[in-house]
T-cell receptor
Framework: DTEVTQTPKHLVMGMTNKKSLKCEQHMGHRAMYWYKQKAKKPPELMFVYSYEKLSINESVPSRFSPECPNSSLLNLHLHALQPEDSALYLC?????????????FGQGTRLTVV | AQSVAQPEDQVNVAEGNPLTVKCTYS??????LFWYVQYPNRGLQFLLK??????LVKGSYGFEAEFNKSQTSFHLKKPSALVSDSALYFC?????????????FGPGTRLSVLP
């Protein structure tokens, strides 16, 4: 199973809402990532979890709050977002501590902030 | 810092012709290089990677890539393009400055295969 599952696929939220994005993998990967992708642009790293600990936060605003409750799950909690936060949010996973390991991506959550 | 360049925003090729999508990199040390493909409104799919060894790497869906250390290039190739290969292609390198925890992506190249 080389699948990373993200839910929901689409999300529309108001600027005062609180919502969460979910990501799940069962490949035994201990590195998990959140990326943000704007249209026709490359993915931009937001967060990296390694062995369930936050290891990289790319200066992401606090309205984005990641959580890794166990080795298979990764959440991204959203609160008081801005319209410019509308984007495709991608989750990925890979073997940890292996620079040669490829990452497997989910299909993404298309987020629209209104 | 590690970086990747994809000099062409768009590549057009006729179906059945060979295709090349170009990538050059700048890294300190030995590079770990990757190619990914993205179809509209989808996540990224891994195609192939170079770690070490043979300079010609074979990957999924008939794609291959040629690593050239002297030219710091890692071009993606396919002998015979299909219309279904039309997509956005990203070259990426592991950012070893962050203990290899991050992938640094190139800007992407849109491939259009014309029937």
């Amino acid at each position: 199973d080389t699948e990373v599952t993200q839910t929901p696929k689409h999300l529309v939220m108001g600027m005062t809402n609180k919502k969460s994005l979910k990501c799940e993998q069962h490949m035994g990967h201990r590195a998990m990532y959140w990326y943000k992708q704007k249209a026709k642009k490359p993915p931009e790293l937001m967060f990296v979890y390694s062995y369930e600990k936050l290891s990289i936060n790319e200066s992401v605003p606090s309205r984005f709050s990641p959580e890794c409750p166990n080795s298979s799950l990764l959440n991204l909690h959203l609160h008081a977002l801005q319209p410019e936060d509308s984007a495709l949010y991608l989750c990925a996973s890979s073997l940890a501590g292996r620079g040669s390991a490829e990452a497997f991506f989910g299909q993404g959550t298309r987020l629209t902030v209104v | 810092a590690q970086s990747v360049a994809q000099p062409e925003d768009q590549v057009n090729v006729a179906e059945g012709n060979p295709l090349t999508v170009k990538c050059t990199y700048s890294v300190s040390g030995n590079p770990y290089l990757f190619w990914y493909v993205q179809y509209p409104n989808r996540g990224l799919q891994f195609l192939l990677k170079y770690i070490t060894g043979d300079n010609l790497v074979k990957g999924s869906y008939g794609f291959e890539a040629e690593f050239n250390k002297s030219q710091t290039s890692f071009h993606l190739k396919k002998p015979s393009a299909l219309v279904s290969d039309s997509a956005l292609y990203f070259c990426a390198v592991r950012d070893m400055g962050n203990y290899g925890q991050n992938f640094v992506f190139g800007p992407g190249t849109r491939l259009s295969v014309l029937p």
